[in-house]
Every structure is written in structure tokens, then in C-alpha cells.
DNA sequence: CTGTTAGCGCCTTCAC
DNA sequence: GTGAAGGCGCTAACAG
């Protein structure tokens, strides 16, 4: 592999007989070049396997096709799922996403904010609602197109997109209370870092007072949302409270986990013990008795939030919030 | 929000006295500052908010700290896992993965790859050994490491970082075989798309030939993998061929399905059915029988792809192969 | 339809 | 220890 001796504009252009500036329109498919020459600068480029430099041209034009996105973490689907939605909506458009991830930590989330902006990005999407006023002036003073995802219980920059989770936890109660459910448990992670997990818990606690109930019995790990802690978790649930009738759990993974104590367990689902999740995930819907649910929808909320941000802005600047809902999942757990 | 009003080198060296070149040393931590320079510098970009540009200084220097990242896909959680690897590498040196997913089109990852190497990557990644001859021939002249990541099966550009598909389905056929199977089966997904569950696939009919077997029955989706795919194939697999004592999936996400499937069929995993898988997630792990299957390393092959290709190229130009391997995982269902 | 001129914001090189 | 000049590769604006 030698050195990087790529060929540049001038370069191209000298092989075609033609100036760099029309070696750039050509490639940029601006009108106003004649068909002839464009054919024969494209052969020359073909040929040479010139790769345009958008460092240089970004740097003329004020103006890159990348999409800073800062996401809290990839080990759960749900943040995959929104990548998928996202690169969906940016790539026919040619739009580059530019990926960072913060571990749920704002500090991280700063300095990828400010990495990221020094590339000059078209817009910027990110994950909540809630970061550090550094993080805000810098976004601000940017004077891009700002998403931020997830969440709508609070007043964004310039665009949310996504679903009251406060909402979303007030329904899983009402929802569950009238299907004649009494004796609440719950079985959740991390709260204190998934503000949204936090946000639906505090709605179903909401909810449940609003019908005169509350949770007879919660365990919360530390660690984030797994299978096997939900599978652990609900065994040590129900070893303390014998009497439950349903348990809610902080999301998908966490309540199959649960499902698959039952199963180990010989407890009969709905019939003996109900379970509820939090996502709509396939892997919920594809066990034996398809989980009861929320569905979130994630890739749309990734797409709708791509879509939003390469409309140009209006002079009128106020924040815009895109609902993407939610539906429940009837199943066969609940 | 207002127009993009950011500052340049030349507003902090303005207003801080001095020159846009000290200015530039103090942000690159260049020695032959001033102590007290540098301090009323760092004092004044605070002030500013002032946020380098990136794309000129790449431009003048001919380097970025982007990295191309080429996926096949980010529905399956195995490639958020790879890069995960790679975010955890690249991070602390202040390196920035800007992904492109392919959905395993080799025409639109030669697009991927010309538009990623637009922006003078420090190193481009990619997934598989093949690609179509003008990728190879960007990439060839990029003059940067290139790491191909997951299999190893073929000669890598530069650096290859994976495992032997072929090997581990061999492996599998040895493994069940000393186990005592002998009426073997298979349930698969879309192969002429995920060349290493074919490669795979090659193995596993390898094995059973060295072992004077073969499959007595097989069955695959034209889809991609999923849950649900595993658990409606494998009813009809066994529907076709009742003798079956163990079933070898493409993946653990169809493994899953399949013990689904046996769960709401009253099938006792391993005495009556035994089942097997590739990947080794959490989640069939989480099974109240955890998932007999090969275990991948999939954050360690992104890391150590990372890792890798920030250390120069030496002169001899040699590529480079690094065996991630896989581990059996024994499990309970085969 | 095509070309010329003048930067974009920063960094390299050389001078002081 | 600090600064001035020039250029990275490309494109906007203006000529012709």
C-alpha cells in the first residue's frame, strides 16, 4: 500500500482539457455544461478513480452532508433501531451520520457535542432532553437543525420526536386496572440513568393512585435492562410477595426474562401470574404466549427525526414536537 | 436560533492578544507557549465558546480524526455489538466512527466506501473480505489500514479480524456427533445474503460427511434472521421429518425461536429435540435451558479492528490476520 | 457554456 | 516564544 496520493480536482481537470471549475460542476450536477464535456470529464474521472476531497469542498461551501448523532448507548436494540430509522431517512439524500455514544453520562455527551460540531454538520440529533447548558449554548450558537429523541415531556431546542413516556406509564396502569388487575409488582433497572424508564415508572405509580391502588411490590436493579437480571429479578420479586397478580416491567428485555422464570418455574402466564412490558420488541412477540406490551416506535421516531432536520428551519423558530405515539400490545400475558 | 455565527482562530487571537497561530499551538498542546500565554488563551476560547473547525484543520493538515465504518446491517444486534467494539477503541483516542450501513449490497457499499473516503478518514472498516473490484481499488489507494472485519476465511486488503465460519460449522458437526446425534437437521435464513452463515452451513455439511452423516432435513427462509422466522421454520421442518434428534440453526435468534417453538409444541429440549445455535447472545442464554451454541466475540472483534488500525503500517506491507476464535458454549439443549 | 479570481479556516514553514 | 506568508482542495461570485 503506498502513501496517499490521491488526485485532486486540478488533476482531473488538466487529463480532461478542461478547467477545475467545470470538473466541479460536472460532478456536483450543476446545469450549464455541456453534455459533451460532461462525458468526457466523467470517462477522465471513471478512469482515474478520482474520489472528490468534501473536506476541502465543505470547507468552500460552508456546508457538509454530516448528521452528528449522539446516542446514549448501542448494547440495548432500541438505540440500533433509531440508527436504522435515521440512516434510512439521510441516505438517499446522501447524508452522512457521524455516531457518537455516551454511556448515559452528560459530561461525554459535551464533548461529543463539540466534537462533533467542529465538522461543520448539517444538523445534529441527540438523545433526550436534558443535557448540560455548555452542551445547549453550543448547540444554540450552531445554528443548525437540532432533534432530540425520545422523549416529549419537556420543551426541546428546535425538534423532538417521540413519545410521553410519563403517559405511556399512565396508560399501562389504566390499561391494566381495566382488565381487572389489582395486585401491582413492578421490576425495573437503572433509573437513575434511563430517565425515561424513570419517567414511565412515575407514570404507572400516577396511575395506579389515580384508580386508588399502588405497587404492593418493586425491585430495581442497579445494572441496565437485561434478560437474565429480569429473569433474576422477578424470581426474587415474587419470593417476597407470594400475592401478585401482575408485574410490570421496566422494558421488553427485563419482562421476557420474567416470562422465562415463569416458564422455568411452571408458573402459568396471565392465568396465574400477568406480565407487562415496555417496546413492543420482536423477541417478545415470538415467544410462546406473545408478550403484553407497549409498542414504541423506534425506527419511525429515527426516520421522522431525519426527515425533520434536513427541512430548512423557519424564520419563525419555534420548537416543534412530533408525537410518534405508542400502542398497546394486547398479547397473551396480560 | 440564529445564522451560523461561529468564531474563527482569528476572533480568539483578536481578543486575546496574541497571534491565530498561538492560538492554534495552545489548542494543539504544541510546546513553545508561554505559560501564561497559553492560560489568558484557554480563558478567552471558554469565554467565547469558541469551537475549532475541523474541516479546515484537516485540510491543512491532511489528517482527520474520522474513521469510515462500513455495516452490513444494524437490525441484528451482532453489528451494533461490533460496533460497539469499535466505539470503545476509538473514543479515548478521540477518534470518530461515521457509519454507512450496506444491507449487504456490495454496489451500495462501493458507494459508502467512495462517499466515507471523501472525508479523508484516518482508517476505513469494513465487514467481509468481499468487495467489488473499484471498492478495492479506492480503498487500495487510499493509502490508510483498512480492517475487514468477521471472517477470515479469504486474504484481507490489509488487516482481517474475525473467525473461521467455515471452521466453527465443522466444529459444530464434531461437536454433536461426540454428543451422540446423528439425525441431524437445519434451519436457516437467507445464505445467498449472509455469506458466513452459508460458510457456515458448508462447514457444518463437512463435518457430517467426515462423520459419514448428512442432514436428513433442512429448511431455510429467503428472509433475514429473526425469532420468528426460527420458530415457524422449525414446526415445519419437524412436520416433514419426525426422526430429527437435533436441529441446527443459523443463528441464536432462529435457535430461540426453535425452542419457542418447543415450548408451545410440549418438545423437551435436548431429550427429545436437541437444538443448537451461533452467536452466543444474552438472550439464549437468559432460556430456562440456556441455548447450546458457538459463541462469536463480537465486541472484541470491533475493538481489537479498532485497535489495529490506529497503529501505522509498518513497511513490509503484509496482511495481517488476527483470529478473534469462538468458544462452545455446551448449554443445556444439545 | 466556460473560465478567472478570491477566499473558506486552519496549519506548515520559515523568519524574527 | 511568537508571528507573517503561503497554501491545503474546493467552490461562490462574477466575467466573458
Not at 111 to 139: N, R
Not at 140 to 158: C, F, S
Not at 243 to 263: E, I, K, P, T
Request: net charge neutral; hydrophobic share 45%.
Amino acid at each position: 500500500m503506498t502513501a496517499r496520493i490521491s488526485y485532486t480536482l486540478a488533476d482531473v481537470a488538466t487529463r480532461a482539457g478542461v478547467s477545475e471549475i467545470t470538473v466541479s460542476r460536472v460532478l456536483r450536477n450543476k446545469a450549464s455544461v455541456a453534455e459533451k464535456t460532461r462525458e468526457r470529464v466523467l470517462a477522465v474521472v471513471r478512469e482515474m478513480g478520482y474520489v472528490p476531497n468534501r473536506v476541502a469542498g465543505t470547507l468552500a461551501s460552508s456546508g457538509s452532508n454530516l448528521v452528528g448523532v449522539v446516542l446514549p448507548s448501542l448494547s440495548n436494540i432500541v438505540f440500533p433501531d433509531v440508527l436504522r430509522g435515521i440512516h434510512a431517512a439521510l441516505a438517499p439524500s446522501g447524508y452522512q451520520p457521524v455516531v457518537g455514544v455516551t454511556d448515559y453520562d452528560q459530561e461525554i455527551e459535551e464533548q461529543l457535542v463539540a466534537s462533533l460540531l467542529s465538522w461543520q454538520p448539517a444538523a445534529m440529533i441527540l438523545s433526550g432532553l436534558h443535557h448540560t447548558s455548555y452542551t445547549v449554548e453550543m448547540l444554540r450558537r450552531a445554528g443548525v437543525r437540532i432533534a432530540e429523541l425520545m422523549d416529549i415531556d419537556a420543551t426541546p431546542l428546535d425538534i423532538a420526536v417521540g413519545m410521553s413516556h410519563h403517559r405511556a406509564g399512565i396508560d399501562t396502569a389504566r390499561y391494566l386496572h381495566g382488565r381487572g388487575y389489582r395486585r401491582f409488582g413492578y421490576v425495573g433497572h437503572d433509573r437513575s440513568r434511563d430517565l425515561r424508564a424513570a419517567r414511565r415508572y412515575e407514570g404507572l405509580r400516577q396511575g395506579l393512585a389515580e384508580a386508588g391502588l399502588s405497587l404492593e411490590g418493586e425491585i430495581a436493579a442497579a445494572a441496565p435492562s437485561s434478560t437474565s437480571a429480569g429473569r433474576e429479578l422477578l424470581g426474587q420479586l415474587l419470593a417476597a410477595h407470594r400475592d401478585l397478580d401482575v408485574v410490570v416491567f421496566s422494558n421488553d428485555d427485563m419482562a421476557v426474562g420474567g416470562a422465562f422464570h415463569c416458564f422455568a418455574a411452571g408458573i402459568r402466564l396471565r392465568d396465574e401470574l400477568a406480565l407487562f412490558g415496555f417496546n413492543g420488541l420482536d423477541i417478545g412477540q415470538a415467544l410462546p404466549q406473545p408478550l403484553s406490551t407497549l409498542r414504541s416506535h423506534r425506527f419511525l421516531i429515527g426516520r421522522t427525526a431525519a426527515e425533520m432536520i434536513l427541512e430548512p428551519r423557519g424564520a419563525d423558530a419555534r420548537p416543534v414536537i412530533r408525537d410518534t405515539g405508542y400502542d398497546i400490545i394486547e398479547g397473551e400475558t396480560a
